[in-house]
């Protein structure tokens, strides 16, 4: 069954501005993990949060976790054009565990 | 240089028929997976094999049956296929067996009619 649910499921925005994306799961989890794909293209990794983590950077990508919450939000500064993408958030369970995907979020960034 | 290639990047062909996809990772990875994508983009896992060892089994058609020949190779081999089969499916490897920072090739999107 499906882990990880994204919020908005859409989201438009213009160049320059921030895009903020939420996701929510339902089990315990060893790490949650941000991937984004691009058109017609294989999923990317963007960053990796470990469960006894708050709070990480990586460039112009922010990723929160609130375990008591089952919740996680990735933070997009200064938005690009070539943020354009669906972006998907995946928890993983440890060793020889599976990594299960939410359904993602469309990000469109207006130029 | 590809990190994780698979081919053929479009299959299309007739119900009932058998069809393979190859995958390959110049990585150095212990792990490979596959994933299926549906027209609404939820991805679901299928298979994940560690060393040429199957660790992950989803609930699969016995259709679908993995193969890996090596730790850098993982095919997929799809027998009768049905309409329902229509996807893209994503060839994915990663580094140990815990599912972390997976690296995934340009998908196969299979159709069929």
């Known amino acids: 069954s499906q882990q990880g649910e994204e919020d908005p499921q859409a989201l438009s925005i213009q160049e320059g501005e921030n895009a903020t994306m939420n996701c929510s799961y339902k089990t315990s989890i060893n790490n949650l993990q941000w991937y984004r794909q691009n058109s017609g293209r294989g999923l990317v990794h963007l960053i990796l949060i470990r469960s006894n983590e708050r709070e990480k950077h990586s460039g112009r990508l922010r990723v929160t976790l609130d375990t008591s919450k089952k919740s996680s939000s990735l933070l997009i500064t200064a938005s690009r054009a070539a943020d354009t993408a669906s972006y998907f958030c995946?928890?993983?369970?440890?060793?020889?565990?599976?990594?299960?995907f939410g359904k993602g979020i469309t990000l469109s960034v207006r130029p | 240089d590809t990190a994780v290639s698979q081919t053929p990047k479009y299959l299309v062909t007739q119900m009932g028929n058998d069809k393979s996809i190859k995958c390959e990772q110049n990585?150095?990875?212990?792990?490979m997976y596959w994933y299926k994508q549906d027209s609404k983009k939820f991805l679901k896992i299928m298979f994940s094999y560690n060393n040429k060892e199957l660790i992950i089994n989803e609930t699969v058609p016995n259709r679908f049956s993995p193969k890996s020949p090596d730790k850098a190779h993982l095919n997929l081999h799809i027998n009768s296929l049905e309409l329902g089969d229509s996807a893209v499916y994503f060839c994915?490897?990663?580094?140990?067996?815990?599912?972390?920072?997976?690296?995934f090739g340009s998908g196969t999107q299979l159709s069929v009619l």
């Open positions: 990585l150095g990875h212990d792990t």
């Open positions: 995946a928890t993983g369970g440890g060793a020889n565990s599976k990594l299960t």
């Open positions: 994915a490897s990663s580094l140990g067996t815990g599912a972390e920072k997976l690296f």
